[in-house]
Nanobody, 122 residues
Framework: QVQLVESGGGLVQAGGSLRLSCAAS????????MGWYRQVPGKQREFVAGISRGSRTNYADSVKGRFTISGDIAKKMVYLHMNSLTVEDTAVYYC????????????????WGQGTQVTVSS
């Protein structure tokens, strides 16, 4: 199974920014896309942003214009620059990888890392 390690979370005030990082390893398949998901207690894990080897990106409507995904898929690294954070962004953020060229809009992957907590205070 792939190993996923997220970092960069923390406590910030509304309007602030954070940069999350993710490193993947031990993949037994070629990674062609990486992305971010988030989850709050009592809710399903939801898609946030994805990026392909061709640098094609896509975002959830709730984060468009505020979050930017970037990375080096060949090096199995992906980042999420989060700006203008709101309390609704509070969640545990997870990354994942896919052999397909687009990350799933549904959090259907078999393995997840520990995640990194993002807490936004008002």
């Amino acid at each position: 199974q792939v190993q996923l390690v997220e970092s960069g979370g923390g406590l910030v005030q509304a309007g602030g920014s954070l940069r999350l990082s993710c490193a993947a390893s031990r993949s037994i398949f070629s990674i062609n896309a990486m992305g971010w998901y988030r989850q709050v207690p009592g809710k399903q894990r939801e898609f946030v942003a994805g990026i392909s080897r061709g640098s094609r990106t896509n975002y959830a409507d709730s984060v468009k214009g505020r979050f930017t995904i970037s990375g080096d898929i060949a090096k199995k690294m992906v980042y999420l620059h989060m700006n203008s954070l709101t309390v609704e962004d509070t969640a545990v953020y997870y990354c994942n990888v896919d052999w397909r060229t687009t990350m799933s809009r549904v959090a259907e992957y078999d393995y997840w890392g520990q995640g990194t907590q993002v807490t936004v205070s008002s």
